[in-house]
């Protein structure tokens, strides 16, 4: 079961969920073009709440949480989450793909089909993406995040 927490306006679109085989992981995956800036200053200390204390799981993770990260700092508010990026995971696990974009990640993993580019289904897709991951770096041996990049 995944629970969901989502922020959307016509400015803003911002999904996370967090796996429930692994409550320390929260999928973050951020689409913006434009950030109504009042729309997510009402609502960033509410997602920062919601994240505290768990892993931030993104594709291409400083991209995604370059935006919580960068009004963090406008506001004054400390950003100290950890991320684990799925493409980089990717490029290791997976190195006899020639791209690692996340549907193509997706499909060599035999996952569901999904609407690539919309950020609650690219969340979703990242978080059983994850999933196969960890079951990959279960089998390397690599039990914790201190594991991936000794």
Same mark, same amino acid.
């Given at each position: 079961m995944v629970e969901k927490y989502?922020?959307?306006n016509e400015y803003f679109f911002a999904s996370s969920f967090?796996?429930?085989?692994s409550e320390q992981f929260v999928l973050i995956y951020c689409a913006a073009s434009c950030i109504n800036i009042s +729309? +997510?200053?009402?609502?960033?200390?509410?997602?920062?709440?919601f994240v505290d204390g768990r892993v931030l799981v993104a594709h291409n993770a400083?991209?995604?949480?370059? +935006?919580?990260r960068t009004q963090c700092t406008r506001l004054g508010l400390q950003y100290n989450h950890t991320s684990v990026d799925t493409l980089a995971l990717a490029r290791n696990l997976?190195?006899?793909?020639?791209?690692?974009?996340?549907?193509?990640?997706?499909?060599?993993?035999?996952?569901?089909?999904?609407?690539?580019?919309r950020a609650?289904?690219?969340a979703a897709i990242c978080g059983m993406i994850m999933?196969? +991951?960890?079951?990959?770096?279960?089998?390397?041996?690599?039990?914790?995040?201190q594991g991936i990049n000794p």
């Open positions: 989502s922020l959307l967090r796996v429930s085989c +729309f +997510f200053d009402k609502r960033l200390v509410c997602f920062l709440k400083d991209f995604d949480t370059a +935006f919580v997976m190195p006899q793909l020639s791209r690692h974009k996340l549907d193509v990640v997706a499909a060599a993993l035999e996952l569901p089909d999904f609407n690539h580019h609650a289904d690219d999933g196969k +991951f960890i079951a990959m770096l279960l089998e390397q041996g690599v039990d914790n995040l």
